[in-house]
C-alpha cells in the first residue's frame, strides 16, 4: 500500500521561501514519474510540477523559474524548493503520479501573505 506524507509547509510572506517534503513508502519514488499538485480553495487540483525517473523536470507556466522538484532517492522523498513566493501560490500541497493516482496524502499548507 502507497503511503506519501507532505511536510513543509507554512505561513511565509511574499517573496518568501519554503522547502516542502513528500516521505513515500510502498513505492520507489526513482522508479516512476513524481509530481506535486495544489489545490486552492474553490479550485481544482492543479499539477504544478514534475520529476521523471531519469530526472527530467517540468513545470507548469504558474511556477516556472520560482519552484524546483527534485529527489533523494536513499529517502525516498521528493521535494518541492519553492522561492519567491506569490500571494496566489496559497493551497494545501500534495505529492502524487500525473497518472494512475496512488491515495493522496494530507497534503501541506502553504500560506502566502502579501
Known amino acids: 500500500q502507497v503511503q506519501v506524507v507532505e511536510s513543509g509547509g507554512g505561513l511565509v510572506q511574499a517573496g518568501g521561501s519554503l522547502r516542502l517534503s513528500c516521505a513515500a513508502s510502498g513505492i520507489i519514488v526513482s522508479f516512476n514519474t513524481m509530481g506535486w499538485y495544489r489545490q486552492a480553495p474553490g479550485q481544482q487540483r492543479e499539477l504544478v510540477a514534475t520529476?521523471?525517473?531519469?530526472?527530467?523536470?517540468d513545470y507548469s507556466d504558474s511556477v516556472k523559474g520560482r519552484f524546483a522538484i527534485s529527489r533523494d532517492n536513499a529517502k525516498n522523498t521528493v521535494y518541492l524548493q519553492m522561492n519567491s513566493l506569490k500571494p496566489e501560490d496559497t493551497a494545501v500541497y500534495y505529492c502524487?503520479?500525473?497518472?494512475?493516482?496512488?491515495?493522496w496524502g494530507q497534503g501541506t499548507q502553504v500560506t502566502v501573505s502579501s
Open positions: 520529476i521523471t525517473s531519469i530526472g527530467s523536470t
Open positions: 502524487n503520479r500525473p497518472r494512475n493516482w496512488f491515495s
